[in-house]
């Protein structure tokens, strides 16, 4: 399970959870550089571990409709680009009213819909209704709760006011598709604006994506894109073994990347992810309500060994849920690094010279076994016994996460931008310090990115020095790909694969 | 016969609805919401409440379960909670995989068992006949998945004849296509299958080979092969076709470990799935039409065995009269 802030969604391929935390998010990253002469007409065959459930990213389609259809098939009024940054798309431009409650957008003129019809401001309407609506399960319907209301003066022309101010707004307004108001059976068909068509979908196997001759923009640099699903990572590495695909969307079987490395026709790219390992305290369970026995254990734990043994040479540590390409980010790993002397200290301080015991609640499936093993292992040697209690998804889900009966856990936290959590006093972790949330609370107010960046650098460091979690490490983002292949995302911010910029070598 | 063909129906029909019950009920007492899949982490009350009663989980049991039946008998298999569609043709279309990946894995194994199993048997005092019981012995504590990943490094990644994995995104439409992607996957399942049908087919060779009929038949002045066609094959197949139809029913939903291997859309990769999302209607689909699969090939086995074997007719499986 991966944790992601708005939905809790299950994978095809673990029985995961995946709590998908989302706030408003960012991140930064580069395209793979592009090759000498390629195929205009080329077929791009896309390997994936996650097939979607539906293609309707408000009916729980998961994260991979996300990252089949997101840009290729259906767009925003804005676009979240690779590198993290929010550009205008379907909207030719926007105001924001002075004080930052309403919003309006200008459509793009002359777009079309793949069944013909034309983008009007009654379609924008109707799709942002829809991520709102009661039975949505879209990861950013309780970050849009703010609209208050979507009027339609003309047809090009959309005017959304909101309760309060959102500084985020135009960030979250990147994950509504928009769609044809007119669309039927959105759960195996699409109507929307993308560079690309849906040809086929053969469920449990692949799905084809077709050029839109009719598209408003530049035309996809390729004439075909399939998307080949597959529950196990061996199997899709031999499909690029065999060029079967020739590009994996996220390689997540580190032991198989010596054999792409050493090899000439397959390049293996080291992106930006924002998925962090965290070794989550019950800030409100003994003894973790003690900010000394947080900051001890984390000092406790070497980090860099942890990654290594689990991704090898790939990830990066960081010393708060921050990663690299949020704009409020700061090297803090220096913040309770590894220092084992430090961590008895801080202990006896604490009142706990000979350690105590406590239990952490593991996920069944990897890293986190491995990581609780580590863990225990790493602990022993300041004195404190850990209990590793192993449960499924769903347990942890009602358990740890609803009802917070837990001392320490382990989760993966899958999305950018969400250190504002830790301004929520309900969420599962319990972290409850009254400047914090106001400081969250501001931030999301704030009137400029800069106001906004700076009080969220201030909850960045608060967090870190009162050991609010223990953050592990920052996982890898590895896309390995086939030699002949140029200009597919690196980072995959959220799930997303833009393939309308690869090329393929004739 | 016709009234044993009635008896038989009968039982089937009984057997298929104390499955469903026992399904039914054990899938509901398994941990964890299926809701818990279909609302936001923030989720209220309110909102779980009226997702559970989107998909009916709100009702009582009993409830649920004649509204399943009911479902069932219009030919109707429900629709997946995660997804949203149909199950009935999703299974259709799992189907399309795994009925001839079974199949054909199972014609295989038996092409391949028949004759050694025979030959292990005959020639048991020869060194051949003793390395054939020996490889049969071998293969059947070989995992399915270690053999998969031997053929694909084999003949994928190194000979480049067969595609690794995956089926045609147009299915059966591009026939070759499909057939290639389904060679190894055949080949894997009925290498292991074959392995212990060997040892059947051998063992029932032997009880033939020293009974008292084919000695007789020798006496009366039949050649070997004569007495064998006439007498032995046919007191050997009765033991090996319950245990082909076994065989063949686990097959069709043990090939989830195959299909996983080589990236195929089976019905066992479904049930996966299912399994691993708490969709219900998913697993229950699966489950029913494979019960329904598995009672049907119990069939088929019974009759053959009382069409090869006199003997057998008069009586009805499981010692009735």
Redesign the interface.
Do not use: C
């Given at each position: 399970m991966r944790?992601?802030?708005?939905?809790?969604?299950?994978t095809?391929t673990?029985?995961?959870?995946a709590?998908?935390?989302t706030a408003c998010g960012g991140g930064s990253g580069a395209k793979s550089t592009s090759a000498g002469t390629w195929d205009k007409n080329a077929t791009v065959n896309v390997g994936s571990l996650y097939e979607p459930?539906?293609l309707d990213n408000t009916?729980?389609g998961g994260q991979g409709v996300t990252e089949a259809l997101n840009g290729n098939v259906y767009e925003g009024l804005f676009r979240l680009t690779d590198d993290g940054k929010v550009d205008k798309l379907l909207a030719q431009d926007y105001q924001a009213s002075a004080d930052g409650l309403t919003y309006t957008f200008t459509l793009r003129s002359g777009v079309k819909f793949h069944s013909g019809k034309e983008l009007t401001s009654a379609d924008v309407k109707y799709s942002l209704e829809k991520v709102l609506a009661?039975?949505s399960?879209s990861?950013r319907?309780?970050n849009l709760e703010v609209v208050k209301d979507i009027a339609t003066p003309d047809a090009h022309t959309v005017k959304v006011t909101l309760s309060q101010k959102s500084i985020s707004f135009v960030y979250n307004l990147s994950y509504v598709w928009i769609i044809n108001s007119e669309a039927k059976e959105l759960?195996?068909s699409e109507d929307g604006t993308g560079p690309y068509t849906l040809a086929?979908w053969?469920?449990?196997?692949?799905l084809?994506l077709n050029r839109f001759a009719g598209y408003w923009g530049d035309a996809a640099a390729n004439k075909q894109v399939?998307f080949?699903?597959?529950?196990?990572a061996?199997?899709?590495n031999?499909?690029l073994?065999?060029n079967?695909v020739d590009v994996v969307t996220s390689e997540q079987s580190p032991d198989a990347l010596a054999q792409f490395k050493s090899n000439q026709s397959y390049k293996v790219n080291d992106g930006n992810s924002t998925t962090k390992l965290l070794l989550a305290f019950n800030d409100k369970a003994k003894p973790f309500t003690d900010v000394k026995v947080r900051q001890a254990v984390s000092a406790a734990i070497d980090d860099q060994k942890l990654l290594e043994s689990v991704w090898g040479g790939y990830g990066k540590l960081i010393g708060s849920m921050v990663p690299p390409t949020d704009p409020w980010y700061e090297d803090l790993t220096k913040v309770n690094a590894y220092d084992v002397t430090k961590a008895k200290k801080l202990l006896a301080e604490a009142g706990y010279a000979k350690g105590f015991s406590f239990t952490l609640d593991t996920p069944n499936y990897d890293p986190h076994p491995t990581a609780a093993t580590f863990i225990k292992s790493q602990l022993a040697k300041v004195g404190i016994t850990v209990k590793i209690n192993t449960i499924?998804p769903?347990?942890w889900?009602?358990k740890v996460?609803k009802n917070h009966d837990f001392t320490a856990t382990l989760q993966e936290h899958v999305n950018d931008r969400d250190l504002v959590w830790y301004g929520n006093p309900d969420f599962y972790w319990g972290y409850d310090n009254k400047q914090v949330t106001q400081w969250v609370a501001q931030a999301e107010e704030a009137t400029t990115t800069a106001q906004q960046t700076e009080l969220l650098k201030k909850v960045n460091r608060q967090t870190a020095e009162d050991a609010a979690s223990d953050w592990l490490y920052l996982y890898p983002q590895i896309v390995v790909a086939n030699s002949k292949l140029s200009g597919y995302p690196l980072n995959g911010l959220n799930s997303q694969f833009y393939a309308y910029d690869i090329k393929k070598q004739g | 016969m016709g009234r044993y063909l009635l008896r038989r129906f009968v039982f089937l029909l009984v057997s298929l609805a104390l499955a469903s019950v026992v399904l039914f009920v054990l899938l509901r007492l398994l941990?964890?919401?299926p809701a818990?899949?279909?609302?936001?982490?923030?989720a209220s009350p309110e909102?779980i409440a009226?997702a559970r009663h989107?998909i009916g989980s709100d009702r009582p049991l009993p409830e649920q379960f004649t509204h399943w039946l009911g479902q069932l008998a219009s030919g109707d298999l429900g629709t997946s909670f995660?997804?949203?569609?149909p199950v009935g043709p999703?299974v259709a279309?799992?189907l399309n995989v795994t009925v001839p990946l079974t199949l054909a894995a199972f014609v295989l194994a038996v092409v391949i068992a028949v004759p050694v199993g025979f030959v292990a048997a005959y020639k048991r005092h020869t060194w051949y006949g003793a390395l054939l019981s020996g490889i049969s012995q071998l293969g059947i504590a070989v995992p399915v998945f270690w053999l998969g990943?031997i053929l694909?490094a084999v003949f994928?990644?190194n000979a480049?004849w067969l595609?690794?994995?995956?089926?045609p995104?147009?299915?059966w439409s591009a026939p070759a296509d499909a057939v290639r992607s389904l060679v190894l996957p055949v080949v894997t399942i009925a290498l292991v299958m074959s392995a212990s049908l060997i040892r059947y087919v051998r063992s029932a060779a032997l009880d033939v080979l020293g009974s008292d009929y084919l000695r007789t038949a020798r006496a009366l002045g039949a050649s070997f092969p004569r007495a064998m066609w006439r007498h032995g094959l046919r007191n050997a197949s009765v033991p090996v076709i319950s245990v082909l139809g076994i065989e063949l029913a686990s097959t069709l939903l043990g090939a989830v470990v195959v299909e996983?291997?080589?990236?195929?859309?089976?019905l066992g990769?479904?049930l996966?799935?299912g399994?691993?999302?708490?969709d219900y209607p998913v697993i229950q689909g699966v489950l029913f039409v494979s019960t329904l699969a598995v009672l049907g090939i119990g069939f088929a086995a019974d009759l053959a065995q009382r069409i090869i074997d006199p003997r057998l007719r008069g009586r009805l499986s499981g010692g009735a009269r």
């Open positions: 944790l992601s802030t708005s939905t809790l969604y299950v095809a673990t029985a995961g959870l709590l998908v935390l459930q539906n009916a729980g009661d039975d399960q990861a319907k309780s759960k195996t086929k053969t469920r449990g196997s692949a084809s399939v080949h699903y597959y529950k196990d061996t199997a899709l031999n499909a073994l065999t079967a499924t769903d347990e889900y009602t996460y | 941990p964890g919401d818990n899949a279909l609302t936001s982490v923030g909102q009226a989107s995660v997804s949203s569609l999703e279309a799992r990943m694909v994928a990644l480049g595609p690794s994995g995956g089926f995104l147009d299915g996983s291997v080589y990236a195929l859309p089976g990769s479904l996966a799935t399994i691993a999302q708490h």
